[in-house]
């Protein structure tokens, strides 16, 4: 048996029949931090958006936060604009972030 390089079996690839399709997938996540930057016990952190491109944090305490997405892995120029929000207890908050 003929072991394969990273060359042979790139050349390969490159030859599929053109009815074969190649399916790329983006992910993307947003993070969530306390106005001001993130300190030790404040609520913060990241995560996924779903196929419904939402992603949805509970059981957030009060606060002002600064919510950014970007895809994964990202560079700083591919970050969304920040958009602050206000919780007031007992509230919800629906947010868009613009891609770049």
Not at 55 to 83: K, T, W
Request: include cysteine; proline fraction near 8%; hydrophobic fraction near 30%.
């Amino acid at each position: 048996m003929r072991a394969v390089t990273n060359r042979s079996f790139w050349r390969r690839k490159a030859r599929r029949p053109p009815w074969e399709s190649v399916t790329l997938t983006v992910q993307c996540m947003v993070q969530v931090e306390p106005d001001g930057g993130e300190k030790i016990g404040t609520f913060g952190g990241s995560g996924n958006i779903d196929a419904k491109n939402q992603i949805a944090y509970e059981n957030v305490p009060p606060g002002r936060y600064v919510l950014r997405g970007h895809p994964n892995p990202y560079s700083e120029n591919q970050q969304s604009d920040p958009v602050t929000i206000d919780l007031k207890g007992g509230q919800s908050a629906k947010v868009t972030l613009n891609a770049k």
